[in-house]
C-alpha cells in the first residue's frame, strides 16, 4: 500500500516516522514508528547534529522503509534548538522575498548563532498594517545543519520536500 505522506520528527533519542494516508473527507494516520538511535544525535544551532551518519542514515531507511513503502517525499520536522525564530517589525514593506531575506539578515546580523553568510533565513508576515509597518515571523538554522540533514535524507534514498521546526 502506497502511502501519501511520510513525517518525520527529529530528537536527540532517535526519529520518530508517521505515515498519513489521503481519503476522504479526511487524511487518517497509517502508522507510527520510533527508531531509537541513543548516542547518534546532538542536538546544535551551530554545528552538524548527527555524530553517527552510518546508525542515522540506517535507522531512517528502516523506519522509513517499514511505514512508507516506496514512498521517496518525506517532511522532517527539526527541534526548535537547531534554529532560532525571531518576531521582527520593519517599516516598509519588502519589494520582493529576496529583500525581505535580505533586510532580515540584515536586522538579526547579532542574534544569529552563525555569521549571516552561513545561515538560511526564510520568513512570514504575519501583519501588515495601515501605516506600512509589518510584522514578521523569521525562522532561521544554519547551513552546515540544515546541509547534514538534507545530504542524509538524500543518501537513505528519501528526499525531504519541507523541513521545519517543532
Same mark, same amino acid.
Given at each position: 500500500m502506497a502511502r501519501a505522506f511520510l513525517g518525520i520528527d527529529v530528537q536527540e533519542q532517535g526519529l520518530t516516522f508517521a505515515a498519513l494516508g489521503k481519503g476522504k473527507p479526511a487524511s487518517r494516520l497509517l502508522g507510527l514508528r520510533f527508531e531509537s538511535l541513543p548516542g547518534t544525535i546532538e542536538l546544535s544551532s551551530r554545528q552538524p547534529n548527527v555524530r553517527d551518519t552510518?546508525?542515522?542514515?540506517?535507522?531512517? =531507511?528502516?523506519?522509513?522503509?517499514?511505514?512508507?513503502?516506496?514512498?521517496?517525499?518525506?517532511? @522532517?520536522? #527539526? !527541534?526548535?534548538?537547531?534554529?532560532?525564530?525571531?518576531?521582527?517589525?520593519?517599516?516598509?514593506?519588502?519589494?520582493? =522575498?529576496?529583500?525581505?531575506?535580505?533586510?532580515?539578515?540584515?536586522?538579526?546580523?547579532?542574534? @544569529?548563532? #552563525? !555569521?549571516?553568510?552561513?545561515?538560511?533565513i526564510d520568513y512570514q508576515v504575519l501583519d501588515r498594517r495601515e501605516d506600512s509597518r509589518q510584522r514578521c515571523l523569521v525562522a532561521a538554522i544554519g547551513l552546515p545543519i540544515l546541509d547534514q540533514y538534507q545530504d542524509l535524507v538524500n543518501e537513505a534514498g528519501r528526499h525531504a520536500v519541507n523541513i521545519d521546526f517543532h
Open positions: 552510518r546508525r542515522f542514515i540506517e535507522g531512517l =531507511r528502516r523506519g522509513a522503509t517499514l511505514l512508507a513503502g516506496r514512498e521517496e517525499r518525506v517532511a @522532517l520536522s #527539526l !527541534p526548535d534548538r537547531v534554529g532560532r525564530l525571531f518576531m521582527i517589525e520593519v517599516d516598509a514593506p519588502f519589494k520582493s =522575498r529576496q529583500e525581505g531575506v535580505d533586510v532580515l539578515t540584515w536586522r538579526l546580523k547579532s542574534s @544569529l548563532p #552563525l !555569521p549571516p553568510a552561513q545561515m538560511h
